[in-house]
T-cell receptor, first 114, second 114 residues
C-alpha cells in the first residue's frame, strides 16, 4: 500500500492563479480530509468527505473547493490564489468515518503564493 | 479562538532525559486526545492516544497523562533519543462526529542532543 499520496510536493503560484492539489489513497477509506498547517497554529481542517459524492466544509473553507467522485481521490482546488493561502497542505484519510480515530496523513504539499 | 493550547513551543533535551509536552483544552465535550509526531518533510503520524476514562496510557517510552478536572493532558517521552527529534502535536476531538475534525495544538519542536 502506498497509503496517502499527494502531488505536487512543492508549488509556487502568483496571486490570482488557480490550481488543484491532488490527493489519493489506496486503503479504501471512506473518510478523507484536507488540513492546512501554519506556523504557530497547528493544523486546521479545510474540507472533509465521508464518502464518494459527499463533502462538507471544515474550519477554514473560504477560497477552496473540493469534490469526491471516487473513494480514492479527493482533490483540493484553489480558485484564485492569495498570499494568505501560503501554507503546507495535508490530506488525510481514515477507515472509520463518523469518528476521529486513526487518521493517516499524506506527506504534504508546500504552497507559496507570491 | 485556540481551543487547544500546547507548550512549550520548543524543547531541547539531552539523550536519555525525559521530554514533557503539555496541552490544555477548553471544550468539555472533547473525549479523544491523540498525539501526532511529525518529522521534517513528512506528514503527521499518530503516536499515541487516550480517552478520558483512564488517567494514563503508556506505549513503550511514550506516556500520556490525562487530568480531566484540569482539562489538561501531557506527553512524556522517557529515555529520549536523537531519533525522537521531531515536531509533536497534541489534538482533541469528539470521537463520534461526522466531521472527524481534530483540533490541533500549536506544535512543539523537540530536539534531543546526543
Amino acid at each position: 500500500n502506498a497509503g496517502v499520496t499527494q502531488t505536487p510536493k512543492f508549488q509556487v503560484l502568483k496571486t490570482g492563479q488557480s490550481m488543484t492539489l491532488q490527493c489519493a489513497q489506496d486503503m479504501n477509506h471512506e473518510y478523507m480530509s484536507w488540513y492546512r498547517q501554519d506556523p504557530g497554529m497547528g493544523l486546521r481542517l479545510i474540507h472533509y468527505s465521508v464518502g464518494a459524492g459527499i463533502t462538507d466544509q471544515g474550519e477554514v473553507p473560504n477560497g477552496y473547493n473540493v469534490s469526491r467522485s471516487t473513494t480514492e481521490d479527493f482533490p483540493l482546488r484553489l480558485l484564485s490564489a492569495a498570499p494568505s493561502q501560503t501554507s503546507v497542505y495535508f490530506c488525510a484519510s481514515s477507515s472509520q468515518p463518523g469518528t476521529s480515530y486513526e487518521q493517516y496523513f499524506g506527506p504534504g504539499t508546500r504552497l507559496t503564493v507570491t | 479562538q485556540q481551543q487547544v493550547k500546547q507548550s512549550p513551543q520548543s524543547l531541547i533535551v539531552q539523550k536519555g532525559g525525559i521530554s514533557i509536552i503539555n496541552c490544555a483544552y477548553e471544550n468539555t465535550a472533547f473525549d479523544y486526545f491523540p498525539w501526532y509526531q511529525q518529522f521534517p518533510g513528512k506528514g503527521p503520524a499518530l503516536l499515541i492516544a487516550i480517552r478520558p476514562d483512564v488517567s494514563e496510557k503508556k506505549e513503550g517510552r511514550f506516556t500520556i497523562s490525562f487530568n480531566k478536572s484540569a482539562k489538561q493532558f501531557s506527553l512524556h517521552i522517557m529515555d529520549s533519543q536523537p531519533g525522537d527529534s521531531a515536531t509533536y502535536f497534541c489534538a482533541a476531538s469528539k470521537v463520534y462526529s461526522n466531521t472527524g475534525k481534530l483540533i490541533f495544538g500549536q506544535g512543539t519542536t523537540l530536539q534531543v542532543k546526543p
